[in-house]
């Protein structure tokens, strides 16, 4: 065991103990009259002394020093009562530590890592055995305290483990802990006084791969967009990989992907058992135990896997024996006596007069108590199914008899004649009969010749079948072996075919469990016209049509129902295309309600995300045949550099389950191996095809011609065991030509995929997938991103590289929000359906944490309300949400606008809808002396030289009154003087701080009263009438009052010359964006404001590393002030 280090004296301990092995740093040592048969007198002395002492105060025979070369003090860092655990304490420091010890420049450094190290690994150890006896873990609860302090995210962030480790930060470990959370990954280190904190988000992880360096033989490599991180010296570093694996891909399929997984993370673990299992299902117990298999006759050691609706058992030996016990299939649950022979037993008994016999299980009495409680929740619902399921056969029944109508008679009683010939075809699909009975005993073709040899080899598989069933159990319950596979892989029987398929995707526990459920569906479904719809019927008579099942109107229309009905139950997935072709094989071999529940289970546990528009769990699988091909023909990869165009070929075999490219007949075997062994059977029959092509692929010119070769290879797969007549292969690429193509018996090409290609497991693909999910989900958020930029990069100034940073703060920004704002922000806020640049947006309170971050117009507290009126003027649609194509021309405006473009946004920022009516009613500033409209409009220079502003206002008007003829632009709307006192203040708020603060103040006074008094003026003016003299004492007469009332009365003017003249009141004070531009014009500082270059880059650089802390103390903040009002009422 790991000891804390303690010093000791090695001069006065070498006579009690000997040295066995040494290196540059450790000393391995064995205590004298231990291990050495015999010895001297000292030797003899020494064990004698040990066996006599009380046992507290014995020595461990066996330790490890850390040594300091030079020193006569050294420290003990691990002990040991055997040789064997003593030698893999050695191992483990001469693999993970020795070769790092080697990079630091003093002894001290070498002594403070080391300890630290033994350190974190004892607190570790500790922790791990809390964690097995299932204990009150307190060392969590102190990680956890440790967790929030040091990195301040609120409570929403959930710390899952923690591991002591090494962070490389170049050729330097940094020893810490790393932290696992729901969002992130953490480190923290304080070592020779120095401290890092480093945090990455899991949805910014591109590659997770365990590899080496020159100083460690296995670390983790966490790979960003930016940087590589390693991290090394784990206690148990597959422990950790899996866990971070496993994080990266629930983080990034629900915040990329859109999905809200609830997935427990028992559950995560992918063993062909679990994989079966409802998505839904939690995990409870993982109990290993031994069961008893009448087959063997013996009992068989395992592990039981227990859910809220499920019993499972898979053997440690993979493929020996796996059962799956649905708790509705239960009878009882009893614990039996203990016996040596049959420790802590206990019995579950199925309907079907079958128990199953568990012993060796740990905390029995906890387990059957937990089972018991399970089973009676699951049986009162089954109970109440019972009770419905009477007269739900009755509904449906009556539903059935209602549509055995007529095509020409209505198709429900009160429905208008004059309705008839308006009825569409959805609802003239409710006059069919829902078929009882599969498609193929509808249309079999018997009577042909030559099908008695497959008759007969029918008969044979039945009765192979028929004998496996007594053995081994003929139920969703059955003992699943290697026997069943074998079975499976010569082909099930054309009699058994669908209802095998049931058992094995356990689809006949959804079928029992919701009883109605499927006429509900179509019920609802039917008549209904969506996007969806178009789609099924679009696609109906492409589905099998060479097959006489899908040539007439009850083919199809069962086909229709089946696709209608689960495009309602998920519209999700909806309808993609693909569904098509697999559903009407399955309506070949199952009642049309089986077919659904199949359908159900390939959509949603069997292919994971493989159905929707971005097909991401086919493109997945098609980074694992990649990799598989590599790893498995490496010549054919040699020679095919780029395995893309294999990837692309072979889509389709993964999507339609080769049923769209071998002959029907073949391909039904490959549906059959599928259905036992999942996505496994796929991959290892398509490097089976790929390795029987191989050497015509390697003399392939390009990849039209790879793609022919696997085409006719396909089309040749043959099953001439089958008692079916063969059908052509409608979806086939290619037909026969001239040259005769050699023909592939379906069995063979099946029995080679499992003996050269079936050693991989379900959880070494998943294992894999979890990698390539990785890959692909980034390579989609990649697409996105320059796919976006694209679009913004023409209507913006911002150069390429900011705007590329822009866009990643933006998209975080809008993660932060989705990390700790509960799970409806997610669907909101980020839809992959949508076009590329609004596929991220974010809101009000995010839009204002990137403004104060980004924006050059700082105005200390009056920032946060300028953010706010800067986002009401983006949201165009009044969504509460914004695109990031809005924020970059915002930013584009405010760093490289001219002029009058910063001026413009700044006044329509003070104008509804940007300015709200509370913002309005605030305090009026006309009181300072700043803003007095009596100060003269005379100011002297510093040269002595005086401007007189009267004249230049004249002048404006002049210049102004011109541009109304010629502008064509639309005119915004005026100013009031409630909204320029608010323009006036962002202006002070904007000028704060500056260099040039006092002649900004200055200068901003002086135009203040000039706009002032021009309001006041065109205010008069109105009140007075548009000829109005005091207008023209005021202004002299050089501007005439046709082009002084053509500035004023623009707004108010009247198209009929009859009409009376609006009353005017106090609140008609207004002045117009074209007064403020030429008044802002007039001062050479404001222009030198508004026109000095800005740098976007710092701001990028600090926001960066900013972003998070604003968002944390912000949410901390938050979380405190929402604890606290409880407490105050």
Same mark, same amino acid.
């Given at each position: 065991?790991? &000891?804390?280090?303690? $010093?000791?004296?090695?001069?006065?301990?070498?006579?009690?103990?000997?040295?066995?092995? !040494?290196?540059?740093?450790?000393?391995?040592?064995?205590?004298?009259?231990?291990?050495?048969?015999?010895?001297?007198?000292?030797?003899?002395?020494?064990?004698?002394?040990?066996?006599? %002492?009380?046992?507290?105060?014995?020595?461990?025979?066996?330790?490890?020093?850390?040594?300091?070369?030079?020193?006569?003090?050294?420290?003990?860092?691990?002990?040991?009562?055997?040789?064997?655990?003593?030698?893999?304490?050695?191992?483990?420091?001469?693999?993970?530590?020795?070769?790092?010890?080697?990079?630091?420049?003093?002894?001290?450094?070498?002594?403070?890592?080391?300890?630290?190290?033994?350190?974190?690994?004892?607190?570790?150890?500790?922790?791990?055995?809390?964690?097995?006896?299932?204990?009150?873990?307190?060392?969590?609860?102190?990680?956890?305290?440790?967790? =929030?302090?040091?990195?301040?995210?609120?409570?929403?962030?959930?710390?899952?483990?923690?591991?002591?480790?090494?962070?490389?930060?170049?050729?330097?470990?940094?020893?810490?802990?790393?932290?696992?959370?729901?969002?992130?990954?953490?480190?923290?280190?304080?070592?020779?006084?120095?401290?890092?904190?480093?945090?990455?988000?899991?949805?910014?992880?591109?590659?997770?791969?365990?590899?080496?360096?020159?100083?460690?033989?296995?670390?983790?490599?966490?790979?960003?967009?930016?940087?590589?991180?390693?991290? !090394?010296?784990?206690?148990?570093?597959?422990?950790?990989?899996?866990?971070?694996?496993?994080? /990266?891909?629930?983080?990034?399929?629900?915040?990329?992907?859109?999905?809200?997984?609830?997935?427990?993370?028992?559950?995560?673990?992918?063993?062909?058992?679990?994989?079966?299992?409802?998505?839904?299902?939690?995990?409870?117990?993982?109990?290993?135990?031994?069961?008893?298999? #009448?087959?063997?006759?013996?009992?068989?050691?395992?592990?039981?896997?227990?859910?809220?609706?499920?019993?499972?058992?898979?053997?440690?030996?993979?493929?020996?024996?796996?059962?799956?016990?649905?708790?509705?299939?239960?009878?009882?649950?009893?614990?039996?006596?203990?016996?040596?022979?049959?420790?802590?037993?206990?019995?579950?008994?199925?309907?079907?007069?079958?128990?199953?016999?568990?012993?060796?299980?740990?905390?029995?009495?906890?387990?059957?108590?937990?089972?018991?409680?399970?089973?009676?929740?699951?049986?009162?619902?089954?109970?109440?199914?019972?009770?419905?399921?009477?007269?739900?056969?009755?509904?449906?029944?009556?539903?059935?008899?209602?549509?055995?109508?007529?095509?020409?008679?209505?198709?429900?009683?009160?429905?208008?004649?004059?309705?008839?010939?308006?009825?569409?075809?959805?609802?003239?699909?409710?006059?069919?009969?829902?078929?009882?009975?599969?498609?193929?005993?509808?249309?079999?073709?018997?009577?042909?010749?030559? &099908?008695?040899?497959?008759?007969?080899?029918?008969?044979?598989?039945?009765?192979?079948?028929?004998?496996?069933?007594?053995?081994?159990?003929?139920?969703?319950?059955?003992?699943?072996?290697?026997?069943?596979?074998?079975?499976?892989?010569?082909?099930?029987?054309?009699?058994?075919?669908?209802?095998?398929?049931?058992?094995?995707?356990?689809?006949?526990?959804?079928?029992?469990?919701?009883?109605? +459920?499927?006429?509900?569906?179509?019920?609802?479904?039917?008549?209904?016209?969506?996007?969806?719809?178009?789609?099924?019927?679009?696609?109906?008579?492409?589905?099998? #049509?060479?097959?006489?099942?899908?040539? !007439?109107?009850?083919?199809?229309?069962?086909?229709?129902?089946?696709?209608?009905?689960? /495009?309602?139950?998920?519209?999700?997935?909806?309808?993609?295309?693909?569904?098509?072709?697999?559903?009407?094989?399955?309506?070949?071999?199952?009642?049309?309600?089986?077919?659904?529940?199949?359908?159900?289970?390939?959509?949603?546990?069997?292919?994971?995300?493989?159905?929707?528009?971005?097909?991401?769990?086919?493109?997945?699988?098609?980074?694992?045949?990649?990799?598989?091909?590599?790893?498995?023909?490496? $010549?054919?990869?040699?020679?095919?550099?780029?395995?893309?165009?294999?990837?692309?070929?072979?889509?389709?075999?993964?999507?339609?389950?080769?049923?769209?490219?071998?002959?029907?007949?073949?391909?039904?075997?490959?549906?059959?191996?599928?259905?036992?062994?999942?996505?496994?059977?796929?991959?290892? %029959?398509?490097?089976?095809?790929?390795?029987?092509? /191989?050497?015509?692929?390697?003399?392939?010119?390009?990849?039209?011609?790879?793609?022919?070769?696997? !085409?006719?290879?396909?089309?040749?797969?043959?099953?001439?065991?089958?008692?079916?007549?063969?059908?052509?292969?409608?979806?086939?690429?290619?037909?026969?030509?001239?040259?005769?193509?050699?023909?592939?018996?379906?069995?063979?090409?099946?029995?080679?995929? +499992? =003996?050269?290609?079936?050693?991989?497991?379900?959880?070494?693909?998943?294992?894999?997938?979890?990698?390539?999910?990785?890959?692909?989900?980034?390579?989609?958020?990649?697409?996105?991103?320059?796919?976006?930029?694209?679009?913004?990069?023409?209507?913006?100034?911002?150069?390429?590289?900011?705007?590329?940073?822009?866009?990643?703060?933006?998209?975080?920004?809008?993660?932060?929000?989705?990390?700790?704002?509960?799970?409806?922000?997610?669907?909101?806020?980020?839809?992959?359906?949508?076009?590329?640049? =609004?596929? +991220?947006?974010?809101?009000?309170?995010?839009?204002?944490?990137?403004?104060?971050?980004?924006?050059?117009?700082?105005?200390?507290?009056?920032?946060?309300?300028?953010?706010?009126?800067?986002?009401?003027?983006?949201?165009?649609?009044?969504?509460?949400?914004?695109?990031? @194509?809005?924020?970059?021309?915002?930013?584009?405006?405010?760093?490289?606008?001219?002029?009058?473009?910063?001026?413009?946004?700044?006044?329509?920022?003070?104008?509804?809808?940007?300015?709200?009516?509370?913002?309005?009613?605030?305090?009026?500033?006309?009181?300072?002396?700043?803003?007095?409209?009596?100060?003269?409009?005379?100011?002297?220079?510093?040269?002595?030289?005086?401007?007189?502003?009267?004249?230049?206002?004249?002048?404006?008007? @002049?210049?102004?009154?011109?541009?109304?003829?010629?502008?064509?632009?639309?005119?915004?709307?005026?100013?009031?003087?409630?909204?320029?006192?608010?323009?006036?203040?962002?202006?002070?708020?904007?000028?704060?701080?500056?260099?040039?603060?006092?002649?900004?103040?200055?200068?901003?006074?002086?135009?203040?009263?000039?706009?002032?008094?021009?309001?006041?003026?065109?205010?008069?003016?109105?009140?007075?009438?548009?000829?109005?003299?005091?207008?023209?004492?005021?202004?002299? #007469?050089?501007?005439?009052?046709?082009?002084?009332?053509?500035?004023?009365?623009?707004?108010?003017?009247?198209?009929?010359?009859?009409?009376?003249?609006?009353?005017?009141?106090?609140?008609?004070?207004?002045?117009?964006?074209?007064?403020?531009?030429?008044?802002?014009?007039?001062?050479?500082?404001?222009?030198?404001?508004?026109?000095?270059?800005?740098?976007?880059?710092?701001?990028? $650089?600090?926001?960066?590393?900013?972003?998070?802390?604003?968002?944390?103390?912000?949410?901390?903040?938050?979380?405190?002030?929402?604890?606290?009002? #409880?407490?105050?009422?």
């Amino acid at each position: 065991m790991w &000891l804390k280090p303690e $010093e000791v004296l090695l001069k006065n301990a070498l006579k009690l103990w000997v040295t066995q092995k !040494s290196s540059g740093y450790f000393i391995l040592q064995r205590r004298r009259g231990h291990g050495d048969g015999g010895g001297r007198f000292t030797g003899r002395l020494v064990g004698a002394l040990d066996a006599v %002492l009380d046992s507290n105060a014995r020595v461990a025979p066996f330790r490890i020093l850390l040594q300091v070369p030079g020193s006569q003090v050294y420290s003990a860092i691990a002990c040991g009562a055997t040789a064997e655990e003593i030698n893999q304490h050695w191992e483990w420091l001469e693999q993970n530590l020795l070769h790092t010890l080697s990079v630091f420049d003093n002894k001290e450094d070498i002594v403070s890592f080391v300890k630290g190290k033994v350190k974190a690994l004892i607190a570790e150890e500790t922790s791990s055995k809390l964690a097995e006896q299932e204990e009150d873990p307190e060392k969590f609860r102190e990680a956890l305290v440790k967790f =929030e302090s040091r990195f301040n995210f609120p409570e929403a962030e959930k710390l899952i483990t923690y591991y002591s480790c090494c962070c490389w930060k170049g050729k330097v470990p940094r020893q810490g802990w790393l932290y696992l959370s729901i969002n992130h990954l953490c480190f923290y280190s304080f070592f020779l006084g120095k401290e890092l904190k480093l945090i990455i988000p899991w949805v910014e992880v591109q590659k997770l791969e365990r590899t080496s360096n020159v100083f460690m033989t296995d670390t983790v490599r966490v790979t960003t967009a930016n940087k590589e991180r390693d991290f !090394s010296t784990f206690l148990n570093i597959a422990e950790a990989f899996r866990i971070m694996e496993q994080l /990266a891909d629930v983080t990034l399929r629900r915040l990329l992907d859109n999905e809200i997984f609830e997935l427990d993370p028992g559950l995560q673990d992918p063993t062909q058992i679990t994989k079966r299992l409802p998505r839904k299902e939690k995990l409870h117990e993982v109990v290993d135990c031994s069961l008893w298999t #009448p087959f063997s006759r013996c009992h068989t050691a395992g592990t039981m896997y227990t859910s809220d609706s499920y019993i499972c058992f898979a053997s440690k030996e993979n493929g020996c024996c796996t059962v799956i016990i649905p708790l509705r299939e239960v009878i009882s649950i009893e614990k039996m006596e203990d016996t040596s022979l049959l420790p802590n037993p206990i019995i579950i008994s199925i309907r079907s007069k079958t128990a199953f016999q568990f012993i060796e299980l740990k905390d029995r009495d906890t387990l059957v108590e937990n089972l018991l409680q399970r089973f009676k929740e699951v049986n009162s619902s089954n109970t109440l199914h019972c009770n419905n399921l009477q007269n739900n056969n009755q509904n449906s029944l009556a539903f059935g008899s209602m549509c055995t109508l007529g095509d020409d008679e209505p198709a429900c009683l009160g429905t208008e004649a004059s309705h008839g010939k308006e009825r569409s075809e959805c609802e003239k699909e409710n006059n069919y009969l829902l078929n009882a009975e599969a498609l193929r005993s509808d249309f079999h073709q018997s009577g042909m010749p030559g &099908l008695d040899f497959g008759k007969s080899r029918e008969q044979i598989k039945e009765s192979l079948w028929d004998d496996h069933f007594v053995e081994y159990g003929r139920t969703v319950c059955m003992f699943r072996t290697e026997k069943i596979r074998k079975l499976v892989a010569m082909g099930i029987p054309e009699s058994l075919r669908g209802k095998l398929w049931l058992l094995f995707s356990d689809a006949q526990t959804d079928l029992a469990s919701h009883p109605g +459920y499927y006429v509900h569906l179509v019920e609802a479904s039917m008549g209904r016209c969506c996007m969806a719809r178009e789609e099924i019927e679009r696609d109906l008579h492409r589905s099998l #049509p060479e097959h006489p099942a899908f040539q !007439s109107e009850t083919g199809i229309a069962a086909l229709r129902r089946v696709l209608t009905a689960y /495009a309602h139950r998920n519209p999700k997935i909806g309808y993609c295309q693909s569904m098509n072709i697999l559903t009407s094989v399955l309506l070949l071999y199952a009642k049309e309600e089986e077919a659904f529940w199949l359908l159900v289970a390939v959509c949603e546990r069997m292919l994971p995300d493989y159905f929707n528009h971005r097909v991401i769990g086919a493109q997945v699988d098609q980074s694992v045949f990649e990799e598989l091909i590599k790893e498995q023909l490496p $010549e054919l990869a040699e020679h095919m550099k780029d395995l893309t165009a294999l990837a692309s070929i072979s889509l389709s075999w993964f999507l339609t389950l080769f049923l769209s490219i071998m002959p029907l007949e073949s391909a039904v075997n490959v549906v059959d191996c599928f259905f036992y062994d999942g996505i496994k059977a796929i991959f290892q %029959l398509g490097l089976a095809i790929l390795e029987a092509n /191989a050497v015509d692929l390697c003399n392939s010119k390009d990849d039209g011609q790879a793609l022919m070769i696997l !085409s006719r290879f396909l089309e040749h797969v043959k099953n001439e065991e089958s008692p079916l007549p063969p059908i052509g292969n409608h979806h086939a690429f290619f037909s026969d030509d001239q040259e005769p193509s050699p023909v592939t018996e379906i069995a063979n090409l099946i029995h080679d995929s +499992y =003996e050269k290609f079936g050693d991989h497991s379900v959880e070494q693909i998943e294992h894999m997938r979890y990698k390539h999910r990785i890959r692909v989900l980034q390579s989609h958020e990649d697409t996105t991103k320059q796919n976006v930029l694209r679009v913004v990069i023409p209507d913006v100034s911002i150069l390429p590289e900011d705007l590329e940073e822009l866009y990643d703060l933006f998209k975080r920004e809008h993660l932060l929000r989705c990390y700790w704002a509960g799970g409806s922000a997610v669907p909101e806020r980020h839809d992959p359906s949508r076009p590329y640049a =609004e596929q +991220y947006r974010i809101d009000a309170q995010q839009f204002a944490g990137l403004f104060r971050l980004l924006s050059p117009w700082t105005c200390g507290e009056h920032t946060e309300l300028l953010a706010h009126r800067t986002f009401r003027l983006l949201d165009d649609n009044m969504d509460q949400l914004i695109e990031f @194509k809005a924020l970059a021309s915002c930013l584009d405006v405010m760093y490289n606008g001219e002029m009058n473009e910063k001026i413009k946004l700044l006044y329509k920022l003070h104008i509804p809808p940007a300015l709200t009516e509370n913002e309005r009613d605030s305090q009026s500033p006309l009181k300072n002396p700043l803003l007095s409209t009596s100060r003269p409009l005379i100011i002297g220079k510093s040269n002595g030289d005086a401007v007189d502003y009267q004249k230049q206002l004249k002048q404006m008007l @002049k210049d102004l009154a011109k541009e109304k003829d010629t502008k064509t632009e639309k005119e915004l709307p005026k100013m009031s003087q409630k909204e320029f006192i608010q323009f006036c203040k962002t202006l002070y708020s904007m000028f704060h701080e500056d260099p040039e603060e006092n002649d900004l103040y200055q200068a901003i006074a002086t135009v203040t009263t000039l706009l002032l008094q021009i309001g006041e003026v065109g205010q008069r003016s109105l009140s007075l009438g548009s000829g109005s003299d005091e207008f023209s004492e005021d202004l002299q #007469p050089e501007a005439s009052a046709s082009e002084q009332d053509a500035v004023f009365t623009d707004t108010v003017k009247s198209p009929h010359k009859d009409s009376q003249p609006s009353p005017v009141t106090e609140g008609d004070w207004t002045v117009s964006f074209e007064h403020i531009l030429a008044s802002l014009l007039t001062e050479q500082s404001l222009v030198n404001f508004f026109e000095k270059p800005l740098e976007l880059k710092p701001k990028l $650089e600090n926001a960066k590393l900013n972003q998070y802390s604003l968002r944390t103390n912000g949410m901390s903040c938050q979380s405190r002030s929402e604890h606290a009002k #409880p407490n105050m009422q």
